[in-house]
DNA sequence: CACTATATTTCGTGC
DNA sequence: GCACGAAGTATAGTG
């Protein structure tokens, strides 16, 4: 990984255009030919960047842009678009240059395969009596989360979100429909579950008959007493 | 901006948990206290981070920490959220410290706002004796991209994407549905736009009686001479 | 390899 | 400030 303090302007022509006005930010070259450009602000995102697989072409300035102060042209061409990044470096303040090696990745918990198996195990959070059919029930359009049966006997499909929006309604509505065709499982009733549900996705659920459920994901995991294998 | 190459470890503990194992990696230390620790491949996005704002206390190991070979122990806490990342570095090999000052910040050129200006400004390449009512009109369930009127008279509403898919033919559905429901717009027909439709999008958008029209960008772009002020 | 659904999404914009 | 939609979305899982 190679990072450099530079005074520069960039510009990016691909997908759309974009351009950075000069100022003094951090280049980071990664090994696979990857570049970020970062500003001493914002959040995670670079300022601008190229994704891998990539290659850097460091040119000397032609005669015009020596005369506009650029001490060096940057490009960085993606290997598998014909997106191009244009760094014009003014000044450089730091360069250094380090090995890191292949890091061993990141180990994630509480996603939402997590609250599914959550919801699964407490599936009483719909309601008394109900009982679990079978998580990833799979249709000919894809895979309901959570298929239960209530205290009646009616089969009810339960589509789960960390945080549901429209998309997540209209998929469910889309399964709702299928699975109501199968007059071993008709009627189904459906209920849209997460941690955290839109005004919006609430207001189209109702209009079509869908339940809401909100889902306290800390309580529900303090519940479980398989929370704490994992570290 | 603070730049350390370290050998360390990760634990991530707020709207999820995550740990990292030991490996050498970049910490970057933004001035707004957030941190963001790469490695030398992947993507923009970092392996794990801290968004802003956020708050840095460095304290020197333990016993038992000291034992397992920890030389300092960093807590960055989120100042909104109790989001908390703790770095563990066990090895520094770098340290270097910048003062990079205020970006001016990206100017973006050929997003789905310049494309709805265009069409808006050229709104006969949806057909012949075409007028604008308005852009953004503001229903219920969200804005739509533009609404005109036919030579005939009648109302068109258009849902305007960069590449178009499936998800912008339903959102359109939504929004037609619900301008039909509007005697004084009724009968409304619905215009699919986008630089890219995929074929899947285009039988749906048929299907359902909505035309599709593609757009070239760069075309309309060549119209509009404010094209050439950005840069 | 393509499609699909998720994301500690982030980022801008309108109300 | 909140909610909603776009993003050069990126990324991981599955058929």
């Given at each position: 990984m190679r990072l450099v303090i530079a005074r520069c302007s960039v510009d990016y022509i691909g997908r759309l255009r974009a351009h950075l006005p000069l100022a003094v930010r951090l280049l980071m070259v990664k090994a696979d030919g990857s570049v970020l450009i970062h500003s001493d602000?914002?959040?995670?995102?670079?300022?601008n960047w190229m994704s891998p697989p990539a290659t850097l072409r460091v040119a000397e300035p032609g005669e015009d842009d020596a005369e506009a102060g650029i001490i060096e042209t940057w490009t960085v061409q993606s290997a598998k678009t014909d997106d191009k990044l244009v760094i014009s470096i003014h000044e450089r303040f730091s360069e250094t240059s380090h090995d890191l090696g292949v890091d061993p990745g990141l180990i994630k918990d509480g996603v939402e395969a997590d609250l599914q198996r959550l919801l699964a195990e407490q599936i009483t959070k719909l309601g008394e009596g109900y009982t679990l059919?079978?998580?990833?029930?799979?249709?000919a359009i894809g895979p309901v989360d959570i298929l239960a049966r209530d205290a009646a006997g009616a089969t009810v499909a339960v589509e789960l979100k960390r945080r549901g929006d429209i998309d997540g309604v209209e998929q469910l509505t889309r399964y709702l429909e299928l699975l109501n065709r199968d007059p071993l499982l008709a009627p189904v009733k459906g209920v849209f579950a997460a941690q955290q549900i839109k005004p919006q996705a609430r207001v189209l659920a109702h209009d079509r008959g869908i339940e809401c459920l909100t889902l306290d994901y800390d309580a529900m995991r303090g519940v479980d007493d398989s929370a704490s294998r994992l570290f």
């Open positions: 602000g914002g959040s995670y995102k670079p300022l059919i079978r998580r990833e029930y799979m249709t």
